[in-house]
Each structure stands twice: as C-alpha cells, then as structure tokens.
C-alpha cells in the first residue's frame, strides 16, 4: 500500500512548472507591468514603461532623455523597489531607453452601466450568447464590443435570408 506524502501547493506546483519551462521572467514581466503604477509610484510611471526582461536586465522605455538622466542616478532605487515588490530577485539590472509610452489602460476604458441598457432590445438579445461567461466584467465587455461591432449598423438581411433580401433590393434572383 503505497504512504501519503505531503501535498504541494499549487502555487509550488506552477512555480516549479514555470521555472523549468523558462517562464519566470515572462510572467514577472507581466506582473511588473501590470503594477508598474504601484510599484513606482505616479511621477515615475507615468513617464516610464517596464518594455521587458532579458537575461535579467529590465528594458525600461523612457519618456524623454531629461528623464532618462534622471532615472539613470535611480536606478539603485528603482531596482530596491523592484525586488521589494515582487520578492524575486531575476532583475539585476535596469536598462534605459527612449521611447513610446503605451497609453496607460484607465477605468474610462471599461464599459459603463449606461453603455448596455438592461432593458434592451438588443442587451435582451445578448444575454443567450454570453450567459456561459461567469465573471460578470468580462460579460459586460464582451456585450460591449459586439453591440459596437461595425456590423450592427449594416442594414439587417430580411427573415427569409440574406440571398431572398439580396434578390428585393437587386430585383434579380441569385
């Protein structure tokens, strides 16, 4: 009868899992850029983009080169900062380059209440394609972008088919 070892805990089993398939600095780099604001703060965020991690140096593209030096006489701090938010020590270095800045994703870009209508024709015509979604927010979005979907304004194809609707306004049988 084979002995009960000890169990490990998920996050051991997808720790261990990544770091042998070489995904730990994939995911700290979408860890940092997902918390970049709260990780440096706003004056340094909003000027600055975690772009990624290579061979454990962080690309960081900068806004200007006036923050460029700036960021240069940090780098001590940015990098304490680093390893003290996410506990791992795979940055060694912060590498700097000018550059775009990706528009930061704010709360204006999710779907407000007054952008689907509970009531609708068509947030009532929704509710069977999205009912298998769980989370409420991604229902939402998802409701969101097919009601702004470009073919919602095209003229609708008569009950008979599209071919049957083409043949009224063509005058031709197809």
């Given at each position: 009868?084979?002995?009960?070892?000890?169990?490990?805990?998920?996050?051991?089993?997808?720790?261990?899992?990544?770091?042998?398939?070489?995904?730990?600095?994939?995911?700290?780099?979408?860890?940092?850029?997902?918390?970049?604001?709260?990780?440096?703060?706003?004056?340094?965020?909003?000027?600055?983009?975690?772009?990624?991690?290579?061979?454990?140096?962080l690309y960081l593209t900068v806004r200007n080169s006036v923050w460029l030096q700036q960021l240069t006489y940090l780098k001590p701090t940015l990098l304490a900062k680093?390893?003290?938010?996410?506990?791992?020590?795979?940055?060694?270095?912060?590498?700097?380059?000018?550059?775009?800045?990706?528009?930061?994703?704010?709360?204006?870009?999710?779907?407000?209440?007054?952008?689907?209508?509970?009531?609708?024709?068509?947030?009532?015509?929704?509710?069977?394609?999205?009912?298998?979604?769980?989370?409420?927010?991604?229902?939402?979005?998802?409701?969101?972008?097919?009601?702004?979907?470009?073919?919602?304004?095209?003229?609708?194809?008569?009950?008979?088919?599209?071919?049957?609707?083409?043949?009224?306004?063509?005058?031709?049988?197809?």
């Amino acid at each position: 009868m084979p002995t009960r070892g000890s169990l490990d805990s998920c996050s051991v089993i997808l720790s261990g899992l990544a770091k042998r398939l070489g995904l730990e600095s994939k995911l700290l780099e979408a860890r940092v850029q997902r918390q970049w604001p709260e990780i440096m703060g706003e004056p340094i965020a909003s000027q600055t983009w975690p772009a990624h991690i290579r061979f454990k140096k962080l690309y960081l593209t900068v806004r200007n080169s006036v923050w460029l030096q700036q960021l240069t006489y940090l780098k001590p701090t940015l990098l304490a900062k680093l390893h003290d938010s996410t506990g791992a020590a795979l940055i060694e270095e912060i590498v700097l380059r000018v550059g775009e800045i990706p528009m930061p994703i704010s709360a204006s870009t999710s779907p407000s209440e007054d952008e689907i209508p509970a009531d609708s024709e068509l947030g009532v015509e929704m509710d069977p394609h999205t009912a298998g979604i769980q989370d409420p927010d991604l229902r939402k979005r998802f409701t969101t972008a097919i009601l702004k979907y470009p073919s919602r304004q095209a003229p609708h194809f008569s009950a008979r088919g599209p071919s049957q609707a083409h043949e009224k306004a063509d005058g031709f049988r197809r």
